[in-house]
């Protein structure tokens, strides 16, 4: 096996994010060498797994690579393994792809921050964890990445630690992240007590037939830790504390790549560990905790006043999404929510670093003092407009694709189990999609359009370098939105497959080669051809514009002079000279929340922002999951 | 590729998209609904009312007013708002069968049921953000209602497809039934789903969806012209406003036709047969049940029309956001629900 | 040809704002009920609109008081090309009672040139159709100037 | 949920609207409607009154010398009109008239004035013996003693020049400002152009000094000044106790005088002067038109003006106070002598109009909100509505004759 070897490559994957860490620490202090560095471990990295796609993807291939070359004897893996399957590298390149955008778009987004080196260094030490965790073939090591991120992740929270509520979100992460953290490692020692091995492979061999209460309560420790770090519900508001007080570009990481994290390891989980997506128990939980997550965030979202947080929060809901499709357990659906948990690390990126464009040049994100920045920044505008179309689920960008595969596949479910809460969780699904739309035309009526303030008069579009990061995520939420085949083809139907082919991945940790399912690739009930669609748009697009043209369209009377606006283009103010006023903010959409007071006003007396509280939150959650598992398995 | 055949298929589509069902039959057909429907509403409030053709004077009269950008607003958005929507909704019109005419009668289907119900966003997107691009309060307003009533109207609209599907899908036994093409043919081969049980109450819910959707009274708080001086279209003039209230009727147009595929879909579809026992064959009787067929459609959404919309704002005064989402939440869901339950036990 | 529709549907559409310059509500009924079954205006195609913008004519009621002045000036600027002017009453010709008082900037055509006046104290709503059905032709020939 | 409207709205699909269609089909306006304005300029006789009462400012002239005389044009602009008619009321001449033209659309400013051409004749007052100047010439030089004094037919005021203080109240009173009055020169001119005979010249006149129609003709006495008020005052009998002077100026009761300065405030001709902290009570012999004012206004009856029976108890008063109510039944004849005939208000609350005093002047008809009453000034008769009127008192309170009982 040559050093260039393609069963090389995850490793070297993950040990480019580290090793460009640890340079950064030593030549960092010069500019162009840290910029070097970090592009470099970001470019080779994703560059490597690309790489790999045609073998694992659509050859079918699984990597197995022991370290030192300690491979499966005698029963046992003993050594460390990473294991790469079509799952595993479709979370790793989502990993590579956030890390590198957000890489490309720090160099300009960070450059008046202090302490630079240090933030590429905890950067990619959280890529790297990150990235460990998704190809690791073994428990232990999955733990140890996840310790490594979560502490990366904490840092990089409070990285900005003049800015107000920094080192109190840090915290609040450090603690409840902490009981995450020790969840998982308590799980996994009590796997260890119990079958006395550490692989992953083989212990989805052993434990699927040997559950008994301390594998129960393993699985519910280990259940909890990993919804820790997806942030899904009772864990929510820490989310939206270090999201808002995060650098743009962590939060990419965070929303993007720390929350697939918790997302990889429920799915090794229940898929792999335990093997326990058969049971209707188990699909419940997911599924219930999925579709809570997504409507408890989304409605949380409509409430927040801060752009980060409302991203944050919505961040959440789309993992709600991703669980819930999961938690179908049919290959539509897992497809459905693999593809979902790409989009969203592609539009959560791109708003997130459109929140940072605008912080970055306003200083602040909060609703109620920013509007009408479509005029200065109109490029930010419109990527942020993509992604919020995205994230809407608005046709025919990548959002509405994997949603609609989301509706189908629980529809679909629905009518097979004939379980009416199937169908309610569509339809909690449809509305939460709508609801979603309608925060971020909250976002866009109160950050791009609307009035512009005074003190945000000589705002500038941002550098090239940010808008370019931007673009590459645009990029990519228009091409998996316009080609939904394609991914499935090539990247989720595979991964779906694996996820339903456990066989395999056991069977490849001990060498042997189980020939791939040529089962179908899962295919949706509806019809949507994005391509044909945007045809049609364009073309009548274009014949109304051209239309419109011949018919003088153009012809508009403007505002010519410069500085003194007559009163012929002033806004109509009901007369009077227009002064400066938005509408725009957490209100905005006061006809629904007047219908939903009650609740919201239950939300907001419930989140306390006392940390003590959510550690409590924790415990619970852990007590409830023990306690259901323990009656349902 | 560049076959003659091709260029008989492009110039065929093409056609599609400009004349029929697309952009003019649109425009035609939307604005005499719009003016239907005034001169309706103008009959029922014992008045004379305006000219059918009102809409249309409106229209033109429309395109020869300036068109003033105010100079807080961004123009590309301010400007290529309204074409969008426009355009959207001239597509989706596409998507919707005409009883046995489709246009996509030899390629796959582009977009079912769920597509078209976000694709109706798209319109509803494009006027907040337009508005919004203006920088006006009142827009702002505007926005938050419209915004508001786009989600009080999606929950009972969502369950009523949903319930639509699920009752076609039990009768042809395959589960679920997401293509509008697929409820057509099965209304053509079995009758109006109307007369379904289970369908009556979606059938209602839908019937009251539509001036919600249209943004008709008395769900049209978002552009409440005496309180919030047109919402969102406050600081539009000229032939940008033309569009948007073209779009206003198209949209009229699309929803009552959808209406008539969910539910009517089996009234037009004898015309073939109708045609044939008169003794015509060929291209006449393919012209002429498709006249016919276009005849019943526009019959039908004019009978709608006048039922959903203009009845309703006779006889009713506007309510106010808050009102309006309530109103939806539960009267409306509640009839879709109940037809979803219906469907779902197989009724 | 395309002109000639636009001109002819000008002349159908006439989309009206009215403005209350410190109106005494009488003339401001009195325009309203001109919309109402007994003389329905729609027939004509007038309608009301909410913003000036959508206007086509511009009726102003009330004797321009200084509070008022220049919101009246400001929203009589912000109505699109084809505009018309119509006073309704005797307050915005001339300030009628109210005539020399110190809260009294008008008469209205002293600051725009005002294309038609409906007088009367309130004029009946017979006279405000006639005088619309005026201003609607100057309207036309206001659009057919245009280029 | 409650649709009130659902039967009537589907009722009125199929039902004739209630459309007026009105440029299609003309439309009149109701009988009273008060449109445009029409004048007649031959009716004018310039007496400005329409200007004077028009509350727009509507109504403005302008005049320019001819030969002839003056040539003057009025302009009525119907864009300052309130339509409130006043000016057609004010005109006795009948110059204005408002129809039931409403078509008043302008497209410039010319099209709303309505204006009126005449030739004013030189001023009648001016020394030109012409025919129609006759009743004034033979109403000014009556001042011989012995002569009767009329009152004239056509309702218009006739001076009595022996009972005349020139004080110019009725001056300042007539509404149409008819009346000149010049103190000094002891004259008492009357415009018979501008007069529009409403007596309230003759109802302010402190001395009775002006008759009206209807009144009793006075003969003037050489040199009576205290002549005895024919009509109403007790008949000063030959008493042997009497007070006040006989220049008919007033004298003071310091007894009963509380130094009020009502009457100081009240004098016309400012001839008293009351000090209220220092008592005094000073008549300016000078200015004192005796004119009669300062006794009536006195709430103490403390002044007396002319000759007049000592009260019964003028020395008993001045030592005891309760002899109060013995001058009750001095006042209370004096009160009843008003209705000089027992007439009784009505007790249904409604008008009664004394034929005695009424001089049929219209104001009160013109006053009532009801329209409930009918006046011909000419035919002399007043005519109520029994059923039209409200009882609202109007009529008694605006009557200048004090001619109505309510």
Redesign the interface.
């Known amino acids: 096996m040559s050093m260039l070897s393609y069963q090389h490559f995850p490793i070297y994957a993950i040990m480019l994010y580290f090793l460009g860490a640890f340079l950064i620490v030593l030549f960092g202090k010069n500019k162009i060498a840290r910029h070097c560095l970090a592009l470099l471990s970001v470019t080779g990295s994703l560059a490597l797994l690309v790489s790999l796609v045609p073998r694992v993807m659509t050859g079918g291939e699984i990597i197995t690579y022991w370290m030192g070359n300690r491979a499966y004897s005698g029963g046992y893996a003993i050594g460390i393994a990473l294991e790469v399957d079509a799952l595993s590298l479709f979370f790793a390149l989502l990993v590579a792809v956030a890390v590198f955008v957000s890489g490309v778009y720090s160099i300009r987004y960070m450059e008046h921050d202090d302490n630079i080196p240090q933030y590429y260094t905890l950067f990619l030490m959280l890529a790297g964890g990150v990235m460990g965790l998704v190809l690791s073939g073994d428990l232990f090591n999955m733990f140890i990445m996840v310790e490594i991120l979560t502490f990366a992740a904490v840092a990089l929270t409070a990285f900005r630690n003049t800015a107000r509520g920094a080192l109190e979100a840090a915290f609040k992460y450090l603690v409840v992240g902490s009981i995450g953290s020790t969840c998982i490692l308590a799980g996994t020692i009590m796997l260890y007590a119990q079958v006395h091995t550490l692989n992953f492979a083989q212990l989805s061999g052993l434990i699927p037939g040997h559950i008994h209460g301390a594998t129960r309560v393993a699985f519910a420790l280990l259940f909890v830790g990993f919804s820790t770090k997806a942030f899904l519900v009772p864990f929510h508001p820490l989310a939206a504390d270090a999201h808002g007080a995060a650098p743009a570009s962590v939060s990419v990481l965070i929303s993007g790549v720390l929350t697939k994290s918790g997302i990889y390891g429920i799915i090794r989980l229940v898929y792999f560990l335990f093997q326990t997506m058969n049971l209707r128990p188990i699909q419940f939980m997911l599924v219930f905790v999925g579709s809570v997550s997504m409507f408890v965030c989304v409605t949380m979202a409509l409430a927040q006043h801060d752009f980060k947080r409302l991203l944050a929060f919505h961040s959440i809901s789309q993992i709600g999404y991703v669980l819930t499709a999961v938690g179908l357990s049919t290959a539509l659906g897992i497809s459905a929510g693999l593809y979902h948990a790409m989009n969203h690390t592609i539009f959560k990126g791109l708003l997130f670093l459109a929140a940072g464009a605008v912080l970055h040049e306003t200083g602040t994100t909060d609703l109620d003092r920013l509007g009408g920045l479509s005029k200065r920044m109109p490029h930010t505008t419109v990527l942020f407009l993509i992604g919020a179309a995205s994230i809407s689920g608005i046709p025919p960008f990548n959002g509405f694709a994997s949603k609609w595969l989301i509706y189908q596949a629980a529809y679909l479910r629905a009518v097979e189990t004939g379980n009416i809460g199937y169908l309610l969780v569509t339809i909690i699904a449809l509305v939460t999609s709508t609801l979603t739309l309608a925060s971020f035309v909250k976002v866009s009526q109160s950050v791009f359009f609307g009035r512009l303030p005074d003190e945000f008069k000589d705002v500038k579009e941002v550098p090239f370098g940010m808008r370019l990061a931007m673009s590459l995520f645009a990029i990519l939420c228009v091409l998996t939105g316009l080609l939904p085949e394609l991914v499935t083809k090539v990247l989720t139907g595979p991964a779906a497959q694996a996820v339903l082919n456990p066989v395999r991945y056991i069977a490849a940790a001990r060498g042997i080669e189980v020939p791939a399912e040529t089962a179908a690739l899962p295919q949706a009930v509806g019809a949507w051809s994005p391509i044909n669609w945007l045809l049609l748009l364009g073309i009548s697009l274009f014949a109304i514009t051209l239309v419109a043209l011949l018919g003088k369209y153009d012809r508009v009377s403007e505002n010519a002079s410069g500085e003194k606006i007559p009163a012929k283009y002033d806004l109509f103010f009901s007369g009077e000279k227009s002064v400066y006023s938005q509408v725009g903010g957490g209100d905005l959409f006061w006809g629904f929340k007047h219908n939903w007071r009650h609740y919201f006003s239950f939300m907001h007396d419930l989140h306390s922002g006392v940390v003590n509280d959510y550690a409590l939150w924790a415990v619970v959650a852990l007590a409830l999951a023990i306690a259901f598992l323990q009656i349902v398995l | 590729m560049f076959t003659p055949a091709f260029f008989t298929t492009a110039l065929l589509y ?1 056609g599609y ?2 004349i029929f069902p ?2 003019l039959f649109c425009f035609v057909v939307g604005l005499l609904l719009c003016g239907i429907d ?1 001169k ?1 509403v ?10 059918i053709l ?1 809409p ?6 429309l ?10 607003a ?4 301010f ?1 290529l708002a309204p ?2 929507g ?3 909704l ?2 989706i019109q ?1 998507f919707i069968p005409v009883f046995n005419f489709r246009v996509f009668r030899n ?9 078209i ?3 109706l ?2 319109p509803a ?1 494009s006027v ?2 337009g508005g ?10 505007g ?3 419209e ?2 009533t ?3 109207v ?2 009972p609209l ?2 009523v497809l ?1 319930s639509v ?2 009752a076609v ?1 039990n009768e042809l036994g395959t ?5 509008l093409s697929g409820v057509v043919d099965y209304q053509a081969a079995h009758g109006s789903l109307i007369g379904h049980v289970s369908m009556i109450p979606a059938a209602l819910a839908m019937l009251l969806i539509i001036p919600g959707e249209t943004g008709n009274h008395p769900f049209d ?1 978002a552009e ?3 309180e ?3 919402g969102l ?9 033309g ?1 948007y209230k073209l779009s206003h009727a198209v949209k009229m147009l699309t929803l009552t036709s959808l209406f008539v595929a969910l539910f009517l879909g089996g009234i037009g579809t004898g015309v073939e047969h109708l045609v044939a026992a008169i003794g015509l064959t060929g291209g006449v009787a393919a012209a002429l049940s498709l006249i016919l067929q276009v005849l019943i459609l526009v019959l039908l959404c004019i009978v709608l029309t006048l039922v959903t919309i203009s ?1 309703v704002h ?3 005064a506007r309510l ?3 009102q ?3 109103y939806y ?1 539960t ?1 409306v869901t509640g009839l879709a629900l109940i037809s ?2 219906l469907a ?1 036990y197989g009724f | 040809m395309f002109k000639k529709l636009i001109e002819e549907s000008t002349g159908k559409s006439p989309w009206l704002f009215h403005i209350n310059a410190g109106s005494c509500n009488g003339c401001d009924i009195e325009l309203v009920s001109v919309l109402t079954p007994r003389y329905d205006a729609e027939r004509l195609g007038f309608k009301l609109s909410g913003t000036p913008r959508h206007a086509d004519i511009v009726v102003v009621t009330g004797p321009v008081t200084q509070q008022s002045l220049n919101r009246v000036l400001r929203t009589i600027e912000q109505v699109p090309e084809p505009r018309c002017i119509v006073t309704m009453g005797s307050c915005p010709q001339s300030g009628n009672v109210f005539r020399g008082s110190y809260a009294i900037a008008g008469p209205l055509s002293k600051y725009v040139h005002v294309d038609v006046d409906v007088a009367g104290c309130t004029p009946k709503p017979e006279a405000v159709i006639d005088g619309l059905v005026k201003a609607t032709e100057i309207l036309r020939e206001k659009r057919r100037a245009m280029k | 949920m409650d649709f009130p409207f659902v039967k009537e709205a589907i009722s009125s699909l199929f039902q004739k609207s209630s459309c007026d269609m009105y440029p299609v089909k003309p439309s009149e306006a109701a009988p009273n409607y008060r449109g445009r304005i029409v004048f007649h300029p031959d009716k004018c006789i310039n007496c400005m009154m329409c200007e004077r009462v028009c509350s727009g400012n509507a109504i403005t002239h302008t005049s320019e010398q001819t030969p002839e005389g003056e040539r003057i044009t009025r302009t009525f602009y119907l864009g300052s009109c309130t339509f409130c008619a006043t000016c057609m009321d004010f005109c006795g001449h009948g110059a204005i008239e408002f129809t039931r033209d409403y078509h008043m659309i302008a497209t410039k400013e010319e099209d709303l004035m309505v204006s009126g051409t005449f030739l004013k004749k030189p001023p009648v007052k001016k020394p030109k013996p012409a025919a129609p100047a006759a009743p004034k010439a033979e109403a000014k030089p009556a001042v011989a003693a012995g002569t009767v004094i009329k009152p004239r037919d056509d309702g218009k005021p006739v001076q009595v020049p022996s009972k005349c203080v020139y004080c110019t109240i009725c001056a300042k009173k007539c509404p149409a400002g008819a009346l000149t009055v010049d103190r000094a020169a002891k004259t008492w001119t009357l415009d018979e152009d501008s007069c529009v005979g409403c007596g309230t010249c003759a109802e302010a006149c402190p001395k009775k000094a002006i008759l009206m129609p209807g009144d009793e003709p006075v003969t003037v006495e050489a040199a009576a000044p205290a002549a005895p008020k024919a009509e109403a005052k007790p008949a000063p009998a030959a008493a042997p106790a009497t007070i006040g002077r006989e220049d008919g100026k007033p004298v003071q009761d310091p007894d009963k005088c509380v130094y009020c300065t009502i009457c100081a405030k009240k004098c016309p001709a400012g001839a008293l002067e009351v000090d209220r902290a220092a008592k005094t009570w000073k008549l300016d012999e000078d200015s004192c038109v005796a004119c009669g004012t300062c006794e009536s206004v006195c709430p103490k009856k403390a002044i007396v003006c002319g000759v007049q029976d000592a009260p019964a108890a003028p020395a008993p008063k001045a030592e005891e106070k309760p002899a109060a109510p013995a001058a009750a039944p001095v006042e209370a004849p004096k009160a009843d002598e008003k209705p000089a005939e027992p007439l009784k208000p009505r007790d249904d609350g409604r008008p009664l109009q004394d034929p005695s005093k009424c001089v049929y002047c219209t104001i009160c008809a013109k006053k009532c909100p009801v329209g409930a009453l009918e006046v011909d000034r000419a035919a002399k008769t007043w005519k109520l509505d029994e059923d039209l009127c409200i009882g609202c008192g109007t009529c008694a309170a605006s009557c200048p004759k004090q001619a109505i009982l309510y």
């Open positions: 093409l998209i400009l697309g952009f005034r309706a103008a009959r029922m409030q014992k008045r004379v009312g305006p000219p009102q249309f004077y409106d229209f033109f009269k395109c020869g007013k300036e068109t003033i950008v105010p100079a807080a961004s123009r590309t958005t400007m074409l969008v426009l355009a959207a001239v597509v596409l390629l796959p289907e582009v977009a079912d049921m769920i597509v119900l976000y694709l966003l798209i997107v907040m953000l919004a691009a203006t920088g006006s309060p009142y827009a702002g307003i926005l938050s209602r915004m508001v786009v989600l009080a999606e929950l969502v369950m949903l599907a699920k899908g589960g679920l039934v997401f293509s708080a409440a012209e005496t919030i001086c047109e279209l406050a600081e539009y003039s000229g032939a940008p406003l569009i009845f006779a006889v009713t106010k956001i808050e309006l989402f309530k939440w009267v979803l339950v779902w």
